[in-house]
C-alpha cells in the first residue's frame, strides 16, 4: 500500500533586512542534529535541485519536511529539514555561509564545486568577477533602501506607541496569557519539556517583492491568534508577555523574527500546544478563519475610544509615512531584482563548466543514505 505523502513547512532562515543580510543558518545544527549536509559550490551547480529532491524522496515516504526558502529568489531553495530523522542540508555558500559546528560527529561537506572544470572557469573569470562585483553593488543598493525604511518603520511604531498607550494591548494580552497557560496545563499534562527555542524568518523581502508563508507554517493550529493594527499599537508587548509565559511553563516557541527590522519579533509557534500568534500588517496579512482569535488593536474601542486630537494625530502621521515607506521599499526591491538578474547570469557562467554525470552520482549516495535512516526509523 502507497504511504501518504508527508507534511512540508516553508520557511526563511534569512532575508534582506535593514541590517543588510540577517542569518538564522548557523541554527540549523543543534546537539540533537544527527547528521547536518552543508553543500558547497558557485551558482548553477545545482545545490538548489538537490535540495529539493531530496526533500520530495523524504515527503514521498510520508515524513514531515521542511522547505528553506532563499529571500533572493524563493522559487529556489537554501535548504530543508527532516525534523522526524534529525537531519537537514544546507547552501553553506554566501550570503549564509555554514560551516561545521561538530565536524566528523555532526557535519559533512558536499564539495559540488569538484565537479566543475576549472579550465573553461578560468575563461570566464573577467566575466564572473564582473558580475560578482555588478551583483554586488545591486545589492548594497538595495540595502541602503531598506536602512531608510527600517528607520522610518521605527520611528512610526514609536510615534504610534506613545500615541495609543496600554490600554489598546492589556486585555488582549491578559487572555491569551490565561488560554496558553490552560492550555499549557491541559495538553503536556505529565509531560516535561525543554522549553527550547527556534529563531527563524516567516517572510522576506524579495525580488518578487514581499513573500510569506504564513499559511503554511501555521497550518497545524488549533487556536491562531491575530492581531490587527498599525506598528506600535501593542504588537511587542504583547508578544513579549507570552514570550515570558512560554518561559515559565518551559514552552517551545519558534519566533518569527521581523523581515525588515530583525530585532522585532512578529509572531511566535508554540507546537506542543497548537497555538499560534500572528502580526497581521502588511505586507503580511492574515485572513481570519477557522480557531482564529482577531484582536483589531487599532478599534477605538479598544483604547476607551481617544480624543479626537489623538485620532486625528495617529491618522496623519499614518497618511504621511506610508508611502513614504511604500516607495522606499519598491526601489529595494528593484535593486533586489537586478541583483537576481546578475545572479542567472552567473549561474549561465557555471553551469555549462559543470560535470553533472558525476554529481549526479554523488547525489544518489548522499540520497541512499538519507533514505536508508528513514526505513530504518
Keep these: ?10 520557511i526563511f532562515l534569512g532575508g534582506n533586512t535593514g541590517e543588510g543580510f540577517f542569518s538564522f543558518y548557523g541554527e540549523v545544527a543543534t546537539e540533537e542534529t544527527e547528521h547536518l549536509y ?28 521542511e ?6 529568489d524563493p522559487g529556489s531553495l537554501d535548504g530543508v529539514v527532516f525534523p522526524s530523522l534529525g537531519m537537514a542540508m544546507i547552501d553553506g555558500t554566501l550570503p549564509h555561509a555554514v560551516d561545521p559546528r561538530y565536524p566528523g560527529t555532526v557535519d559533512e561537506i558536499l564539495n559540488f564545486g569538484a565537479f566543475w572544470d576549472k579550465k573553461k572557469l578560468k575563461k570566464k573569470k573577467k566575466t564572473i ?44 494580552a491578559k487572555e491569551m496569557e490565561k488560554e496558553i497557560r490552560r492550555r499549557a496545563r491541559e495538553k ?23 513573500v510569506h508563508y504564513l499559511e503554511s507554517i501555521f497550518q497545524d493550529a488549533g487556536l491562531l491568534y491575530v492581531l490587527e493594527g498599525p506598528p506600535g499599537y501593542g504588537q511587542e508587548p504583547i508578544i513579549k508577555s507570552l514570550l515570558r509565559v512560554a518561559g ?8 518569527f523574527h521581523c523581515a525588515l527590522c530583525p530585532e522585532k519579533i512578529d509572531h511566535l509557534w508554540f507546537p506542543e500546544i497548537g497555538t499560534g500568534v500572528i502580526t497581521s500588517t502588511p505586507p503580511h496579512q492574515y485572513p481570519a478563519g477557522r480557531n482564529t482569535r482577531v484582536f483589531n488593536l487599532e478599534d477605538p474601542a479598544a483604547a476607551g475610544n481617544p480624543s479626537r486630537a489623538c485620532a486625528q494625530e495617529l491618522a496623519g502621521y499614518a497618511g504621511e509615512i506610508r508611502p513614504v515607506l511604500s516607495g522606499l ?29 558525476g554529481l549526479d552520482l554523488l547525489k544518489e549516495k548522499i540520497l ?9 526509523r
Excluded at 67 to 72: K, L, P, T
Excluded at 248 to 255: G, H
Excluded at 336 to 355: G, S, V
Excluded at 368 to 376: F, M, V
Design 129 to 172: 568577477l564582473e558580475l560578482t562585483r555588478t551583483g554586488s553593488l545591486c545589492f548594497a543598493k538595495a540595502y541602503a533602501y531598506l536602512r531608510a525604511a527600517a528607520a522610518l518603520y521605527r520611528e512610526w511604531s514609536r510615534i504610534n506607541q506613545r500615541l495609543t498607550g496600554e490600554a489598546r494591548w492589556r486585555a488582549p
Design 67 to 72: 522547505f528553506i526558502h532563499c529571500s533572493s
Design 248 to 255: 515559565e511553563k518551559r514552552l517551545a516557541v519558534e519566533i
Design 329 to 357: 521599499l519598491e526601489k529595494a526591491v528593484a535593486w533586489l531584482r537586478q541583483a537576481k538578474t546578475i545572479h542567472d547570469k552567473l549561474e549561465d557562467c557555471y553551469r555549462p563548466c559543470m560535470d553533472f554525470e
Design 368 to 376: 541512499a543514505e538519507i533514505l536508508s535512516s528513514a526505513e530504518s
Design 1 to 10: 500500500m502507497l504511504k501518504s505523502p508527508g507534511k512540508s513547512r516553508d
Design 188 to 210: 503536556r499534562r505529565g509531560r516535561n519539556s525543554r522549553g527550547k527555542l527556534r529563531q527563524l524568518f516567516a517572510s522576506a523581502i524579495t525580488p518578487a517583492g514581499p
Design 38 to 65: 552543508i553543500l558547497k559550490g558557485g551558482p548553477g551547480t545545482g545545490k538548489s535541485t538537490f535540495i529539493k529532491e531530496a526533500g520530495e524522496e523524504i515527503l514521498r515516504l510520508g515524513l514531515p519536511v
